[in-house]
């Protein structure tokens, strides 16, 4: 057989009264499309790729179901549904001629069309790059591509295959072509009427068309978050049922374009299903689209092609479509119960919070365990709640399941995935630069562009402008918001980042990271009735398991009110405990462990260390209480601690390049190897004044790699060296905000201009120190020390 022949290049193909239209993957019969299940479809074309040759059945295999397994006996079904649908008998073959125990031979005459016809939206912007023009970023691709087929999928593809004839789709009328959506133009979901009177549909199906038209980079959704701030500013209550009447009003309010609504219902023994592409502008029928199957399994598999069609009527070229465009049992699953689920748990999330939708989404890969994108909402649910080892379990899962799930939702399960679990920053910032590449109108992948991936390398300019992008393409992101708001305070611009507050309360967005970030302009602004009130009311709102109840402990201890941190934390881990919440309480252990070592309190540090492990094996508390242990003397503990992360997290760029240089350089300074410990910190150095997950998460850890090498210097006898590595902790305070090495670099400073002999520097350097600390707990044992130091260095002066 001569090899494949690419329809790429061809254009339109005839045969009889039929037309395949080679780039819609389109077949006609005098002019109007047929409707063909997909992979009958593929059976048609790689016969038509060979007209009058002898196709064997192994070939069809290896090349319509390549890497899966498929009986003869679906072969030979495809083909009885083909020549169905071409009208012709086996006896009397126009079309298709079958070989006996060889295989089949198209038989008609092939003709290929002079002139391609056009289809709707024929834009070569839309035309992915060659692959020699392959842009950089789509390297990271291959970390989202789909892994090899699973035993478990061929048995899947061929129970779809054995059951695909029994749905019957067709194209309803439509009132006239409809021009390519306009650039900005965004498109609002209503809906869907359920006539069926089964509860399994209610909300279901908008969820599922949602996560088709998702896959599309071309078409803009009206983000969720934007229609419950428009149902707020129209006095619906939040979740309000997106009816017909109120899905147009939010398209009017919010610019959109298009409006799509949809419906389902009984008729006999069969699903009827209908969608309507309305114009936002003139109310006028942009598309119409029906289907029916005779099964419920089999709705979604319906609402999929139908989705599809859509796509092309919207102005989709048919090339962009082909890429991206997973079906939707496969993309998010086959079950309307759990799809279900699924829907009202990220509805709750939107509404109410992680802590609500956690249990719907757990129902969810309950009922289909193999629910992929269920288990990365899930993963990324629980690190909202500081559930890190449930985070990872349930992202774990989404990552070995990728392969069931469209374009979109695996760049989210890998960004999630690397940056979450194996912790591998650099290549999830490759991956999220790719899904911003691919989905130009998608404003997440900016989102999370703007966080950690390049906070943690100091990038923040670069954090900062795509934040703003973000809010660019969806006003309406508070995630936006938060981000440029800190990644201004980390360039020391608090009007800025006051201002990015400013514009989101206009938009009437509110999230708890508001009320943090407040709290953090407060204090760097020293407004003592500010912090005070932020307090007080998050109390009310939220209740003692507050984000804000640690940076409040962490705040008293910067003040040197070490009792009252202690009080505060210890409260707050308790009340922790009792809410279920045992990694939370951790981290807050392991941050309490960390300020009783800097203060000196080197018994209280141990006990802290001792209840984070016996809470939680989190990488921010293994840290925090494997750094107190060292700063308490307990070195071999330490070590313990920094070989376990050395080898569970081998590719966490954190952990390779803050964790690890600073955990092993106090040992070396325990050991009075302060040149080791140079040596070691010389690995931090990417990323040493960068913000991590230690500072993000728990609060301390800012800027420690440049705190310790100043301490390493300083014991060396470097004094001018150590003061100026001190200088640049106390010159990035929105970095280091109230971790208490803000105060004792102060003290430190102090400590290395007394080390290289300049007295006076020392003296201006302590008495900054204790200012800060004027309030301070008179029993801190880094404070009695400072003091005695400071009144040696007086005599010594009079002397």
């Not at 016969?47 to 009058?52: A, F, K, M, S």
């Amino acid at each position: 057989m001569s090899p494949p022949k690419s329809l790429a290049a061809k254009r339109n193909l005839t045969f009889g009264p039929y037309r395949y239209r080679v780039l819609e993957r389109v077949l006609e019969k005098d002019g109007k499309p047929v409707a063909i299940p997909e992979k009958t479809l593929e059976v048609l074309r790689f016969l038509l790729e060979r007209p009058g040759e002898l196709v064997t059945r192994k070939a069809l295999k290896q090349n319509v179901w390549p890497g899966i397994f498929v009986e003869d006996s679906n072969i030979a079904f495809q083909i009885s549904s083909l020549r169905k649908l071409l009208g012709e008998r086996a006896k009397v073959p126009q079309f298709i001629e079958t070989v006996p125990k060889r295989g089949y031979r198209f038989i008609a005459e092939v003709e290929e069309e002079k002139e391609a016809a056009a289809w709707p939206g024929d834009y070569s912007s839309q035309v992915p790059p060659s692959e020699g023009s392959r842009n950089p970023v789509d390297a990271a691709t291959d970390l989202t591509r789909k892994p090899a087929v699973s035993s478990r999928i061929w048995i899947v593809t061929v129970a779809l295959l054995a059951s695909v004839a029994s749905v019957a789709l067709f194209v309803g009328s439509r009132a006239r072509p409809v021009a390519a959506l306009a650039n900005k133009g965004s498109i609002v979901l209503a809906d869907f009427e359920n006539k069926t009177g089964d509860a399994v549909f209610d909300g279901t199906l908008r969820q599922g068309l949602l996560v088709e038209l998702e896959q599309s980079p071309f078409l803009s959704l009206l983000s969720e978050q934007r229609v419950h701030q428009t149902l707020r500013l129209m006095t619906q209550p939040p979740g309000a049922r997106l009816t017909n009447d109120i899905a147009m009003s939010i398209c009017q309010r919010t610019e959109g374009t298009v409006v799509v609504e949809g419906s389902i219902e009984r008729v006999g023994g069969l699903y009827v299903l209908g969608l309507r592409a309305l114009s936002c502008d003139t109310g006028s029928l942009v598309d119409a689209e029906q289907a029916k199957t005779d099964r419920e399994e089999r709705v979604l598999d319906a609402l999929g092609s139908m989705a599809a069609r859509l796509r092309i009527r919207l102005g989709e070229s048919a090339a962009m479509l082909q890429r991206h465009n997973t079906p939707l049992a496969e993309a998010t699953t086959a079950s309307a119960e759990a799809l279900k689920a699924y829907t009202v748990g990220w509805s709750l999330h939107t509404t109410r919070g992680a802590v609500q939708a956690i249990p719907l989404l757990r129902h969810a890969v309950q009922l289909d365990p193999g629910f992929a994108m269920a288990f990365a909402a899930l993963g990324r649910m629980y690190a909202d709640v500081d559930e890190s080892d449930l985070s990872a379990e349930a992202l774990g899962k989404a990552w070995d399941l990728r392969e069931h799930a469209s374009d979109r939702e695996r760049f989210f399960i890998a960004a999630n995935y690397l940056s979450l679990v194996t912790g591998n920053l650099e290549e999830a910032r490759k991956v999220a630069e790719a899904w911003a590449h691919t989905y130009p109108r998608d404003a997440i992948p900016h989102a999370l562009l703007s966080g950690i991936l390049n906070k943690s390398v100091a990038r923040y300019e670069e954090a900062a402008s795509q934040a703003r992008h973000a809010i660019q393409l969806d006003p309406y992101f508070a995630v936006g918001y938060y981000n440029l708001g800190v990644n201004n305070v980390y360039l020391e611009r608090l009007d800025e980042a006051a201002h990015a507050l400013t514009e989101a309360a206009k938009r009437g967005l509110d999230i708890e990271e508001f009320r943090m970030l407040e709290y953090d302009l407060a204090f760097l602004r020293h407004d003592s009735e500010a912090l005070e009130r932020i307090v007080r009311q998050t109390a009310q709102r939220l209740g003692p398991v507050s984000w804000l109840v640690n940076r409040d402990a962490f705040r008293e201890a910067y003040s040197g009110h070490v009792r009252r941190a202690r009080t505060i934390a210890a409260q707050a881990i308790a009340e922790a405990e009792r809410a279920g919440e045992r990694e939370r309480a951790g981290v807050w252990a392991a941050g309490d462990a960390v300020r009783e070592a800097m203060m000196g309190n080197t018994e209280l540090a141990r006990r802290s260390a001792a209840s984070a492990l016996r809470l939680s094996r989190d990488r921010e508390v293994q840290y925090g209480a494997g750094l107190a242990l060292a700063l308490a003397g307990d070195s071999t503990q330490a070590r313990s601690i920094t070989e376990s992360l050395a080898r569970i997290f081998p590719d966490d760029t954190t952990v390779r390049f803050v964790y690890l240089p600073v955990l092993r350089a106090q040992i070396s300074l325990n050991d009075h190897r302060a040149d080791a410990a140079l040596d070691i910190l010389n690995q931090a150095v990417p990323m040493e004044l960068g913000v991590s997950r230690s500072p993000i998460n728990t609060l301390f850890g800012a800027l420690y790699p440049i705190y310790f090498r100043g301490v390493a210097l300083c014991a060396l006898g470097r004094g001018a060296e150590a003061a100026a590595e001190l200088q640049k902790v106390i010159d990035h305070s929105g970095l280091v905000l109230s971790d208490p090495v803000g105060v004792l670099a102060h003290l430190g400073k102090a400590r290395a201009y007394r080390n290289a002999g300049d007295r006076a520097k020392a003296i201006t350097a302590y008495s900054e120190f204790f200012k800060l600390w004027d309030t301070a707990d008179r029993d801190i044992p880094v404070l009695r020390s400072a003091r005695a130091e400071f009144g040696r260095l007086n005599r010594e002066r009079q002397l």
